[in-house]
């Protein structure tokens, strides 16, 4: 299994973990993540682990479509190739929600699956060099033909191509995931726990089945996140992330979404979800909370002291994923996780 850690996108004042990263770096971690927000950018930071390392890839976990154009993006995860000098980079892109496309970048939610499918394809033919860059598909086609267009002609690349460099593609829905098995060469799950492969499997064989050349899961990258939170009072430590849970089983329900509440259900917990998802929208946000189960909570996450977070991990070693992201600010977690994971 490969191992990975992130830099947080959530931060008011960003800051690039420089200690962290080194630290990591030294341990043989293989990558590391960063996401995009409103406010910062996903690909300054991925440059920026590469400067202050020596070996350690970088991934994005989510370089939202709606935030740049295909070929924009394509040439950034080519330019951060180059960069790399050899070291992985892997070119994670997502559609996020109508309120990130629309509210922030101003772009049209549009059709998203359609979209992303299109957004694919235009990046792999940048990656391989396929120029002069032209595409027609469903929702996006190079060089641009809709309203005002001026009939230009279509452009080449100047970098050298990097065929290589995986796409994947960051995404939750039953048909998504389906989609993604069939185009995309890895998939970043939403939300994973030990035991969700049983529900994911037929989804991604499914996928397999579609994609243009024969596929399997032993071709297919597949990461997940786990985050990490060091007490000594392990039920006390649960209730930040049984808050976050409430929020997403409840709040995406507000966007018209029922993608993390469906993970509830997914991992054995229907009437939790229901009950926890009816508080939510009720108002009763501690309520809705304190409805989460303790044992899914820590099905999911790694929570507690050093040695149990340790051991636990040992769970993700076998339960699909091949890589794990390691979302934590305490150093001393980083080097006990991979001795675990390595045994």
């Known amino acids: 299994m490969q191992l990975a850690t992130e ?4 931060q008011h004042r960003f800051e690039v973990p420089v200690e962290k990263l080194k630290l990591v770096d030294r341990l043989g971690y293989d990558l590391v993540f960063t996401s995009e927000n409103t406010g910062s950018d996903i690909f300054t930071p991925l440059g920026y682990v590469l400067a202050c390392t020596g070996r350690i890839g970088v991934g994005a976990s989510l370089a939202v479509t709606a935030a740049r154009s295909p070929a924009c993006t394509a040439s950034s ?3 951060l190739s180059h960069m790399g000098r050899g070291r992985t980079v892997l070119a994670g892109i997502g559609n996020s929600s109508p309120t990130r496309s629309e509210g922030w970048h101003g772009r049209p939610w549009g059709r998203p699956q359609a979209r992303l499918r299109d957004y694919v394809a235009i990046m792999r033919k940048v990656f391989a060099g396929d120029f002069p860059l ?6 996006l ?20 191509p990097r065929p290589d460099i995986p796409i994947m593609l960051g995404t939750g829905s039953p048909a998504m995931v389906r989609m993604t098995a069939e185009i995309a060469d890895g998939w970043l799950s939403l939300g994973f726990a030990p035991g969700m492969m049983d529900v994911y499997r037929p989804m991604l064989e499914e996928g397999f089945a579609r994609a243009a050349r024969p596929k399997t899961l032993a071709d297919f990258q597949i990461w997940s996140h786990v985050d990490v939170r060091v007490s000594d009072d392990v039920k006390a430590a649960f209730q930040p992330f049984k808050a976050f849970t409430a929020q997403m089983v409840g709040g995406f329900k507000q966007l018209g979404k029922d993608v993390y509440k469906d993970q509830m259900v997914w991992r054995g917990y229907p009437e939790a979800a229901e009950r926890v998802q009816e508080l939510f929208l009720a108002g009763r946000l501690e309520e809705a909370a304190a409805a989460v189960p303790d044992d899914y909570i820590d099905d999911g996450w790694l929570v ?21 992201v390691i979302r934590c600010d305490d150093l001393d977690v980083f080097a006990p996780i991979k001795r675990a994971l390595d045994a």
Do not use: H, K, V
């Not at 032209?134 to 929702?139: K, R, T």
């Not at 190079?142 to 005002?148: A, I, N, R, S, W």
């Open 77 to 79: 995860f080519l330019t």
């Open 134 to 139: 032209q595409y027609e598909g469903a929702a």
């Open 304 to 324: 507690g002291p050093i040695p149990r977070i340790a051991e636990r991990a040992r769970r993700w070693r076998d339960a699909g994923p091949t890589g794990l």
């Open 141 to 160: 086609s190079q060089p641009y033909g809709g309203p005002d267009a001026s009939n230009t002609a279509p452009m080449s690349g100047l970098l050298e």
């Open 7 to 10: 830099i947080s996108q959530l």
